[in-house]
């Protein structure tokens, strides 16, 4: 089945840092979705790309769809407590496919 | 304003007793996902409805059931719960043609 291989597993860093996430794949995929989880909740998607090269930003959140449909990055500017939390990325096989998630980041916010 | 509502947010049902847990949508989308996410793992797709089509992962286990009877609705049904089956079950609802998911907020199942 598609694997994805998400990095880091976990940060700590203090606030007000720079945090930087990535996803990759040995496939290619025509969409990466990048989701915020807070414990005990369901996913909030942060994030959509469709465009191989894309660059998109939320607020603080950016995110890339790598040129080789491989591959996406996740950046926050500026982290916040509230940034706490587990960043999924997720790709679709497009139409009504379910999504694949990779395994997770959990970001930990350090006083 | 919740879109994609699930109920009840907590569950505890006995070892072996059916188990029946639902998830509504006002976002009218056609597809509507279950997912099982157990504890620090990512969630994992058991199966979805393309309107009134089923279709059925491959590994999902004969003990997961699920009904969609309009639009709106959709069940998931635990025939048998085993232990290993406690875990947090997600719904998820998409546009036909589209890959962006939005989920409810979960349920949360306990097997004692």
């Known amino acids: 089945g598609q694997q994805l291989n998400q990095s880091p597993q976990s940060m700590f860093i203090q606030e007000g840092e720079d945090v930087s996430m990535n996803c990759t794949s040995s496939s290619i995929f025509n969409t990466w979705l990048w989701y915020k989880q807070d414990p005990g909740e369901g996913p909030v998607l942060l994030i959509a790309?469709?465009?191989?090269?894309e660059l998109t930003s939320n607020g603080r959140l950016t995110a890339q769809f790598g040129i080789t449909r491989k591959d996406s990055f996740l950046n926050i500017s500026a982290s916040i407590p509230s940034d706490v939390g587990i960043y999924f990325c997720?790709?679709?096989?497009?139409?009504?496919?379910?999504?694949?998630f990779g395994k997770g980041t959990h970001l930990i916010i350090q006083p | 304003d919740a879109m994609v509502i699930q109920n009840p947010r907590y569950q505890v049902t006995q070892f072996g007793k059916p188990v029946t847990l639902s998830c509504s949508q006002t976002?009218?989308?056609?597809?509507m996902y279950w997912y099982q996410q157990k504890s620090s793992q990512a969630p994992k797709l058991l199966f979805h409805y393309y309107d009134k089509d089923f279709n059925n992962e491959a590994d999902t286990p004969d003990n997961f059931q699920s009904r969609r009877p309009n639009t709106s609705f959709c069940f998931l049904d635990i025939r048998s719960p085993g232990l290993g089956d406690a875990a947090m079950y997600l719904c998820?609802?998409?546009?036909?043609?589209?890959?962006?998911?939005?989920f409810g907020q979960g349920t949360r199942l306990t097997v004692v």
């Open positions: 976002l009218n989308h056609n597809v």
């Open positions: 997720a790709v679709g096989g497009g139409g009504a496919d379910g999504l694949t």
């Open positions: 998820a609802t998409s546009n036909r043609g589209g890959t962006e998911a939005f």
């Open positions: 790309l469709y465009k191989a090269g």
